[in-house]
């Protein structure tokens, strides 16, 4: 599947992909609607792939044009759940007369949509709720840490409890609740706490519509972040064990009958089901540190090579003719990226088999948050992305033209 000009190629495994999809519907209520990040993976393709496993499979797009993606990919409006923190009143206008589920990220946004709705009677078929921050702290990794006492995104629970009490008691179309604690970093245990947290509120508030003659609060979306593992002798968190969790500490939360769930699972859904090759152009051997440069760096790998203390993969060496090597090189290696700066190394000090030129470096779970953040720095051609279940393949997205590069500059 590699010709000549594929220096680099990134693979899916489908059929994988689809049962852990499948897995991930059987541990949940079943009218539970998995949104599945688009940012995680952004391919057109994937996306179709996914919608055609279940109703239950829907889309979590964090801006306008992940929004339109998946209504170009098939899905339904109510299938799509628009989270961006940063909404025009174009995106809303759009979201609200197209029925989107609306998670709103602060009190002006909520004052906005309000205006929308009142304008647009006829337009509210769509659903929307309110993104609260539970304040339960931090994870290990910062960058993907948003339910800190301090965080941009949504409305915090603490400090703005009275505000957010009086948002459910004057708008009755606001009937969900968002959240989402981080991801990669942050235990089973803090999201199960701020799941807890806004349980409580929202069995508090639903009281207090009650008595007003409001609609339940019914829809709570939990976000993603159960943590995966990115080692194979590491075991990942049990998907099943965090549901257990949460109707223990939320019982009414698993219950069809009270409300329905929505799930926002990007890395966890993905990233164990891609996987990156590359074509190795030179080895550099010094006394302490041998340096394979490969055709895949900060482009493919942004948060690698940015902050490597906290995002690792596992590698194979294949040679020439796609045999795997075995054995350990007496040096380590670098595997270095084709990008013109300093910080474009995948990967150091890892030990590996003797690599030569023409080898073949493969990356392992590279399914998710890689080519969806694909940097245009020294204007490289994008690679070829194929899927496959067994023996069969298909071309997800062909390799970039140059004439493409230079398409998009223009």
Known sequence: MLRDEDTSMIFYDLDFLEK??????????????HGLAVKANPLIRVMQHMSAISPGIGVEAASISEVNMALYAGYEPWRVVFDSPVK??????FSVE?????????????????????????????????RINPQV???????????????????????????????????????????HVGSQGCPMEMLIDGIGILYDFVLE??????ASGFPPISIFDIGGG????????????????????????APLLTDPAHFKLITEFGRWSYTNSGWTVSRVEYVKRDPAINTAMIHVGADLFVRECLNP??????????????????????????????????????????????????DFLVIHDTGGYTFSMWSRYNSRQTPRILGYRGDNFEVLKERETVEEVMGFWE
């Open 20 to 33: 852990r999809i499948r897995y991930l519907q059987s541990c949940f209520p079943p009218n539970t609607l």
């Open 88 to 93: 025009t009143e174009s995106d809303l206008n």
């Open 98 to 130: 197209k029925g989107i589920h609306l998670n709103i990220d602060n009190l002006s946004e909520l004052s906005r949509v309000n205006g929308i709705i009142l304008s647009k009677p006829s337009a509210t078929a769509g659903t929307a709720g309110i």
């Open 137 to 179: 702290g931090v994870g290990t990794i910062l960058e993907s840490s948003v339910a800190g006492e301090y965080s941009k995104f949504g409305v915090p629970i603490t400090t703005r409890r009275a505000e957010l009490e009086q948002a459910f008691l004057a708008y009755p179309w606001l009937t969900g609740v968002h959240l």
């Open 205 to 210: 508030m639903n009281t207090k519509r009650s």
């Open 226 to 249: 159960l943590p995966i593992s990115y080692h194979a002798e590491t075991p990942a968190p049990s998907m099943e064990e965090y549901v257990q969790k949460i109707g223990l500490r």
């Open 309 to 358: 203390k906290d995002w690792h993969h596992e590698y194979s060496v294949f040679d020439k003719n796609g045999s795997l090597k075995t054995g350990k090189d007496d040096h380590p290696y670098n595997l270095a990226g084709p990008l013109c700066f300093a910080g474009d190394i995948v990967a150091k000090n890892v030990s590996l088999p003797v690599i030569e030129e023409g």
